[in-house]
């Protein structure tokens, strides 16, 4: 089953829609509450990054009975340095959206935590895909 | 439809119940439906909020109580009285008045429910401090346990596991009248309550607890005891043995942020169902409620005062509260007096661990509820997004998900009916028999006497 959500860059206010009506649908299928928070709180982070840093994205997911893929494209800034951005603590966001309480420089570690699997491929000037994956069972890891 | 877990004290009375689509719409947990013009509940699903009950028109939904009657099968007949029952009178009626005026209705004893308050918040504070998982959550509504049971199960372990106040004090006050030489079967203890969820707490499935007898309801007990007070002569000096006097905080416990505003921390006290779903809502799917040590949650709007059996407006009822609490003492009677009742609670002050009891759309494997909810989603291209109503389902998706239940059919949308009828994949009198189906035969006569109509009333 599929879902597409749009992202607009700046509004952080609708930032959160995805990764609530992902959680109901997982909620639905009985997924495990450990996992559905994980994958919740790795989308939620995902959109914040849009939101915070690019000027607008999409969201893709694509549930299965054993899985969920999540997809987030955007046009922005890209990432210049991968590696460095997966640090905690490290952050380029605005003094704006430090001030609205996000930028802390634990979104991607965060999400990298609470997923199975995150792959991140970025062009300067042109944007960033992220791709996670998680599985329901843990047997399927 | 699935297996009932709880009892439940809201009923539907088919006399009564014109079939509307005020109680379905209102319904926080999408469990009403309207069949054959009818209101019927989904036991699973509801959580005893009395949200419909506070919609319905035509007073169709009640509270089922018992006979006031079976008091007189105990001889220590125990009332235990709510603040918000006080509440209920205007300054000018004494608690002592209407302390008096429950003796005179046939109790023996007249006891208030928030005597232990002091003790759950201890007790309280106790299971805090060794909680893993923060916010933890106050068990004081009822209603609130159900919802996340029901709709929020992976929070259940976060809901604080003691008893709330009418529990704690029917435990405290039979151990009293055991002391005082009462055996456990002449004891009654009586619940004023001002809602419905208390009540189906109170019953369980299994009937009542052992300690409390009965539970009557507070509109049912204001009526019994206004009338006495009205007529009472002018000049009337009442005289009866006072229950212990609350202290401030004790009588302020079920005021919304009564609780709240004696944790440490980060704490949220909030009301209305609706709200508080909308909270949980958001503290499950984004890091925006970060932490928060402390959640008071209340079904109803100014908590209990704003219960669906409370008679007086609910502003008013919150306001006499608080202004009747102001200048009390600060220590608690509890620790006073009657040492054996007090370490008895304080032995029998938690409850059991909570089960999750999720309400699940459909039934089968991940395979499976994956497929029902791709045909939802396919409904829905056709479906109106209208959320009339007029289908007996509370809106258009309810209605999607009812399709894929078989419990309802794709023409029972009226928008469908047009839509089949115009292509001719429907003639007319099918379409409204289709209509008779939802709303009850005869239901679009025209009728004088209903309400709103020129007759109404007579």
Same mark, same amino acid.
């Given at each position: 089953?599929?879902?597409?959500?749009?992202?607009?860059?700046?509004?952080?206010?609708?930032?959160?829609?995805?990764?609530?009506?992902?959680?109901?649908?997982?909620?639905?299928?009985?997924?495990?509450?450990?996992?559905?928070?994980?994958?919740?709180?790795?989308?939620?982070?995902?959109?914040?990054?849009?939101?915070?840093?690019?000027?607008?994205?999409?969201?893709?997911?694509?549930?299965?009975?054993?899985?969920?893929?999540?997809?987030?494209?955007?046009?922005?800034?890209?990432?210049?340095?991968?590696?460095?951005?997966?640090?905690?603590?490290?952050?380029?966001?605005?003094?704006?959206?430090?001030?609205?309480?996000?930028?802390?420089?634990?979104?991607?570690?965060?999400?990298?935590?609470?997923?199975?699997?995150?792959?991140?491929?970025?062009?300067?000037?042109?944007?960033?895909?992220?791709?996670?994956?998680?599985?329901?069972?843990?047997?399927?890891? | 439809?699935?297996?009932?877990?709880?009892?439940?004290?809201?009923?539907?009375?088919?006399?009564?119940?014109?079939?509307?689509?005020?109680?379905?719409?209102?319904?926080?947990?999408?469990?009403? $439906?309207?069949?054959?013009?009818?209101?019927?509940?989904?036991?699973?699903?509801?959580?005893?909020?009395?949200?419909?009950?506070?919609?319905?028109?035509?007073?169709?939904?009640? @509270?089922?109580?018992?006979?006031?009657?079976?008091?007189?099968?105990?001889?220590?007949?125990?009332?235990?009285?709510?603040?918000?029952?006080?509440?209920?009178?205007?300054?000018? +009626?004494?608690?002592?008045?209407?302390?008096?005026?429950?003796?005179?209705?046939?109790?023996?004893?007249?006891?208030?429910?928030?005597?232990?308050?002091?003790?759950?918040?201890?007790?309280?504070? $106790?299971?805090?401090?060794?909680?893993?998982?923060?916010?933890?959550?106050?068990?004081?509504?009822?209603?609130?346990?159900?919802?996340?049971?029901?709709?929020?199960? &992976?929070?259940?372990?976060?809901?604080?596991?003691?008893?709330?106040? @009418?529990?704690?004090?029917?435990?405290? %006050?039979?151990?009293?009248?055991?002391?005082?030489?009462?055996?456990?079967?002449? #004891?009654?203890?009586?619940?004023?309550?001002?809602?419905?969820?208390? #009540?189906?707490?109170?019953?369980?499935?299994?009937?009542?607890?052992?300690?409390?007898?009965?539970?009557?309801?507070?509109?049912?007990?204001?009526?019994?005891?206004?009338?006495?007070?009205?007529?009472?002569?002018?000049?009337? @000096?009442?005289?009866?043995?006072?229950?212990?006097?609350?202290?401030?905080?004790?009588? $302020?416990?079920?005021? +919304?942020?009564?609780? &709240?505003?004696?944790?440490?921390?980060?704490?949220?006290?909030?009301?209305? #169902?609706?709200?508080?779903?909308?909270?949980?809502?958001?503290?499950?799917?984004? +890091?925006?409620?970060?932490?928060?040590?402390?959640?008071?949650?209340?079904?109803?709007?100014?908590?209990?005062?704003?219960?669906?059996? &409370?008679?007086?407006?609910?502003?008013?009822?919150?306001? $006499?509260?608080?202004?009747?609490?102001?200048?009390?003492?600060?220590?608690?009677?509890?620790?006073?007096?009657?040492?054996?009742?007090?370490?008895?609670?304080?032995?029998?002050?938690?409850?059991?661990?909570?089960?999750?009891?999720?309400?699940?759309?459909?039934?089968?494997?991940?395979?499976?509820?994956?497929?029902?909810?791709?045909?939802?989603?396919?409904?829905?291209? %056709?479906?109106?997004?209208?959320?009339?109503?007029?289908?007996?389902?509370?809106?258009?998706?309810?209605?999607?998900?009812?399709?894929?239940?078989?419990?309802?059919?794709?023409?029972?949308?009226?928008?469908?009916?047009?839509?089949?009828?115009?292509?001719?994949?429907?003639?007319?009198?099918?379409?409204?028999?289709?209509?008779?189906?939802?709303?009850?035969?005869?239901?679009?006569?025209?009728?004088?006497?209903?309400?709103?109509?020129?007759?109404?009333?007579?």
């Amino acid at each position: 089953m599929q879902f597409r959500f749009e992202l607009e860059g700046g509004n952080f206010s609708k930032a959160g829609y995805a990764s609530s009506q992902i959680k109901k649908v997982l909620k639905q299928l009985s997924v495990d509450p450990r996992i559905i928070k994980r994958v919740v709180v790795a989308l939620y982070e995902a959109e914040v990054n849009v939101v915070a840093h690019a000027w607008r994205g999409t969201v893709l997911a694509d549930i299965e009975a054993d899985r969920i893929s999540l997809l987030l494209q955007d046009e922005g800034p890209g990432i210049p340095d991968i590696g460095q951005a997966m640090q905690e603590g490290f952050s380029t966001a605005s003094a704006a959206v430090r001030e609205m309480g996000f930028g802390a420089g634990m979104g991607l570690p965060n999400m990298k935590k609470n997923v199975d699997e995150l792959t991140i491929e970025s062009k300067v000037g042109e944007g960033t895909v992220v791709r996670m994956l998680t599985y329901f069972s843990a047997n399927d890891r | 439809m699935e297996e009932t877990k709880f009892y439940h004290a809201l009923k539907i009375d088919n006399d009564r119940c014109v079939g509307c689509t005020h109680c379905m719409t209102k319904c926080p947990t999408g469990a009403i $439906r309207i069949r054959e013009g009818k209101a019927s509940i989904r036991k699973g699903w509801c959580v005893d909020c009395g949200e419909c009950l506070k919609a319905c028109p035509t007073e169709a939904i009640y @509270v089922e109580q018992d006979d006031f009657q079976k008091i007189f099968d105990y001889k220590a007949r125990v009332v235990l009285v709510p603040t918000v029952f006080i509440g209920q009178f205007s300054k000018y +009626t004494t608690e002592e008045e209407i302390f008096s005026a429950l003796y005179e209705l046939g109790f023996t004893h007249v006891f208030q429910v928030e005597f232990t308050a002091d003790m759950i918040h201890r007790e309280m504070l $106790r299971q805090m401090e060794q909680a893993e998982e923060k916010p933890v959550i106050s068990s004081f509504c009822p209603a609130i346990v159900r919802l996340i049971q029901v709709r929020f199960p &992976a929070l259940v372990d976060n809901i604080l596991l003691v008893k709330p106040p @009418v529990n704690a004090t029917a435990t405290y %006050y039979h151990k009293v009248l055991e002391e005082d030489g009462f055996s456990s079967e002449e #004891i009654g203890i009586f619940y004023v309550t001002p809602c419905a969820a208390k #009540i189906a707490s109170l019953k369980g499935a299994e009937g009542y607890s052992s300690t409390i007898k009965g539970v009557i309801n507070m509109d049912t007990l204001y009526n019994k005891v206004y009338h006495i007070l009205k007529n009472r002569p002018k000049d009337f @000096v009442p005289e009866c043995v006072l229950p212990p006097s609350l202290t401030k905080k004790e009588m $302020r416990w079920s005021q +919304t942020g009564g609780e &709240a505003k004696h944790f440490s921390g980060r704490c949220l006290a909030i009301d209305e #169902i609706h709200n508080v779903i909308e909270f949980l809502e958001r503290m499950e799917s984004t +890091t925006e409620v970060r932490n928060v040590d402390f959640l008071e949650l209340r079904a109803c709007d100014r908590s209990c005062a704003g219960g669906v059996l &409370a008679v007086a407006n609910r502003f008013l009822t919150a306001e $006499r509260v608080m202004k009747r609490s102001m200048k009390r003492d600060k220590a608690p009677l509890i620790y006073s007096d009657r040492l054996e009742a007090l370490s008895y609670l304080k032995q029998h002050i938690t409850i059991r661990p909570l089960q999750p009891n999720p309400k699940l759309r459909y039934e089968g494997n991940i395979e499976e509820v994956l497929k029902k909810m791709e045909q939802v989603r396919k409904l829905m291209c %056709y479906l109106p997004g209208i959320d009339c109503g007029a289908c007996g389902s509370p809106n258009c998706q309810a209605l999607a998900e009812d399709i894929v239940r078989h419990e309802a059919q794709f023409s029972d949308c009226v928008f469908m009916q047009r839509n089949m009828e115009k292509h001719g994949k429907l003639d007319k009198e099918h379409a409204f028999r289709l209509i008779e189906k939802t709303w009850g035969k005869d239901r679009l006569n025209k009728d004088c006497y209903k309400k709103g109509a020129k007759y109404e009333g007579q």
